[in-house]
């Protein structure tokens, strides 16, 4: 059985996704080879097949663990007991700082998502969708309250505020003139003025 831990106690499988990550950033998915992963990592490809059956299974995850953050967020701004017209802008701001905080695992992903098997690009759109359609969700209840123009179909409003988070990769940089905080103000401003009747 592979050790769980290293000296400094990181986890195997954090230090397998931390090594994966920066070498897909770096190196690209398609050109980064199982060996030079667990040689990043410390570790042997035993331990590597252990806790993940692939290289496949490595760059599903880089994506899932960060998807798996923003759906708990955005189940609690949700689920708040506030005004939609402010749940729904602190929900747009969250998955914008959210993605920035995790910029090479949403560059890697949407850079390499065509690498992933039939069964994982399923598996990952469908968890994708389910967090659109709680976003959207939002917005189609303040359209039904009158908070919201119902000019638009919620679906494109949807598809327009992450149209913009998924292209952040491409262009933020953190040395650039604004903050994620600020980016996340920015575009939560764009939506709702959208929005408004």
Do not use: C
Request: aromatic content about 8%; cysteine-free; charged content about 30%.
């Amino acid at each position: 059985m592979p050790r769980t831990t290293d000296g400094d106690g990181t986890p195997v499988p954090q230090r397998l996704l931390a090594a994966a990550t920066r070498l897909f950033a770096e190196q690209g998915y398609d050109r980064t080879s199982v060996q030079e992963i667990v040689e990043a990592a410390g570790v042997t490809k035993g331990a590597l097949y252990h806790y993940f059956g692939s290289k496949d299974d490595l760059l599903h995850e880089v994506y899932a663990r960060v998807l798996r953050v923003q759906q708990e967020r955005l189940d609690v701004l949700a689920g708040a007991d506030e005004p939609i017209e402010k749940r729904v802008r602190a929900a747009a701001a969250d998955v914008v700082v959210t993605t920035i905080d995790n910029l090479d695992d949403a560059m890697i992903f949407f850079r390499s998502m065509h690498h992933l098997s039939p069964e994982k690009n399923k598996q990952v759109r469908a968890e994708r969708r389910r967090y659109h359609e709680r976003f959207r969700a939002l917005i189609e209840e303040g359209q039904r309250e009158g908070v919201f123009s119902t000019a638009t179909p919620a679906d494109l409003v949807v598809d327009y505020h992450f149209g913009s988070v998924h292209h952040l990769s491409t262009w933020y940089r953190p040395d650039g003139p604004l903050t994620p905080q600020e980016v996340a103000e920015h575009l939560a401003d764009l939506l709702l003025r959208a929005l408004r009747p």
